[in-house]
């Protein structure tokens, strides 16, 4: 029988070691139910089913919601916001489960969840909180997310920040593009639109960073090439 890295049972123990009072050992841990939310579906890590069952448990969701409330560092928080992302697109959403699974209770249950758990961080002092909210915002179809990745960039512009920005607004495109019922950020009107190109196009002329500015041209020349789409269709 192969012995997979994330389970039931190898995630119980994080997760009650995340109520530790030392840094180091809830970033392992915080980490290490990261890494499982992200790990290859049905690979050689992974107990897929098990560990679904396990995130989409709605005693595990609220354990995790109520350690991430107690956490006061940054960089941790955000990791649980992603965490509550990945399982909404990879356990709920992703096209390998049954057509009807997303309805199921428990995965109403947990996208509702991480939405308010968002909406809640949406304005949190710090710019990778605010990121990271916006986008599982943006996820739900809030067009709310474009205000505050905005925000962000006047402040935030390292790579991992930009990254996920160009990429919620390149999904957005492509949702558009595609003609989508639901698709990332929802409408975008022509004032957010305008705000998102010239945030771009000022991360671009401050950065020095080459990945960066390649970030920010693409995802400019595709949200024009999109206001075109949109107004043909």
């Known amino acids: 029988m192969r012995k997979y890295k994330y389970t039931k049972e190898t995630l119980d123990v994080a997760l009650e070691e995340l109520q530790s009072e030392n840094v180091v050992q809830r970033k ?8 499982a939310s992200r790990s290859e579906l049905f690979g050689k890590t992974c107990d ?12 595990n969701r609220e354990k995790l919601i109520r350690v991430l409330h107690q956490e006061t560092e940054e960089k941790l928080l955000w990791e649980y916001l992603l965490i509550l992302l990945m399982v909404c ?10 057509k009807d699974f997303a309805k199921e209770s428990s995965c109403v249950e947990f996208k509702q969840r991480a939405y308010e758990i968002a909406k809640q961080y949406a304005h949190h002092s710090s710019t990778i909180v605010r990121q990271m909210s916006g986008s599982i915002m943006g996820y739900m179809g809030d067009n709310d997310v474009w205000d505050i990745f905005c925000n962000v960039m006047l402040k935030k512009r390292d790579l991992l920040t930009i990254s996920h920005i160009t990429m919620g607004i390149r999904r957005h495109c492509t949702g558009v593009a595609n003609g989508n019922n639901h698709f990332f950020g929802g409408t975008m009107t022509d004032n957010q639109r305008m705000d998102i190109l010239n945030s771009l196009r000022l991360v671009y002329q401050k950065s020095s960073n080459k990945s960066i500015k390649g970030m920010c041209l693409r995802t400019i020349e595709e949200l024009e090439n999109t206001k075109e789409v949109a107004n043909k269709a």
Do not use: P
């Not at 897929?48 to 005693?59: P, Y």
């Not at 697109?89 to 049954?98: K, N, P, Q, S, T």
């Open 89 to 98: 697109e990879r356990y709920i959403d992703h096209g390998c489960y049954a």
């Open 28 to 35: 392992k841990c915080i980490n290490f139910i990261s890494m």
């Open 48 to 59: 897929t089913l098990s560990v679904q069952t396990w995130f989409l448990s709605s005693e």
